[in-house]
Structures are given as structure tokens and as C-alpha cells.
Nanobody, 115 residues
Framework: QVQLVESGGGLVQAGGSLRLSCAAS????????MGWYRQAPGEQRGLVAR???????NYADSVKGRFTISRDNAKNTVYLQMNSLKPEDTAVYYC?????????WGQGTQVTVSS
């Protein structure tokens, strides 16, 4: 089992920044990658960014150039730095531990961007 605890969401004005954190514990040796997903009301949950054990990253087209995913292996923590936020970034953001597919999820943290 892997436990994920997220923090860092909140309310911000358009153009602002937020940093999300996700601390992992438990059977972290089984994790091949970590990802951030988001779900807005009435929409499906979708990938925002992902980082592999080796540090390779990929991003949704909608956030490229604005969001950065990173990891601190010593702290078993993954971060999502979100800059130039837009109202359409408003969603619940979830951290996921990926084995082959997302296998473990955090509780989610709300990000609201006001116009």
C-alpha cells in the first residue's frame, strides 16, 4: 500500500501561482512514476503532469510552459508548481502513484482561480 497526502491548494487570482505538494509513504518501492491529475465539475479526471522514477516528465498540452512537476526523492515528495494560472485551471487536483496505471490516489486538493 502507498499513502499519499497532498497540500497546497487554495484560491488565487488569474495570473497567480500555487505550489502543490504530495508526500508518499508506504510501499514506495513499487512506484514507477508519480502524477498530478485534475477533475473539474462535470468533467473526467485527466492527467496534468507526470514524472518517472528516472526524472522524465510529460505534461498536458494545456499546462505546458506554465506548470512544472518535480520530485525530492529524499523526502518522497512530488511538487507541482503552477504559474500563470487561468480560471480554466480550477479543479480538484489529485496526486497519483503510478505502477503501470495510477494505482493509488491522494484525497485531492481544491484549486480555484478567480478571474
Amino acid at each position: 500500500q502507498v499513502q499519499l497526502v497532498e497540500s497546497g491548494g487554495g484560491l488565487v487570482q488569474a495570473g497567480g501561482s500555487l505550489r502543490l505538494s504530495c508526500a508518499a509513504s508506504g510501499s514506495i518501492f513499487s512506484i514507477n512514476a508519480m502524477g498530478w491529475y485534475r477533475q473539474a465539475p462535470g468533467e473526467q479526471r485527466g492527467l496534468v503532469a507526470r514524472i518517472t522514477r528516472g526524472g522524465s516528465t510529460n505534461y498536458a498540452d494545456s499546462v505546458k510552459g506554465r506548470f512544472t512537476i518535480s520530485r525530492d526523492n529524499a523526502k518522497n515528495t512530488v511538487y507541482l508548481q503552477m504559474n500563470s494560472l487561468k480560471p480554466e485551471d480550477t479543479a480538484v487536483y489529485y496526486c497519483a502513484a503510478i505502477v503501470v496505471v495510477p494505482a493509488y490516489w491522494g484525497q485531492g486538493t481544491q484549486v480555484t482561480v478567480s478571474s
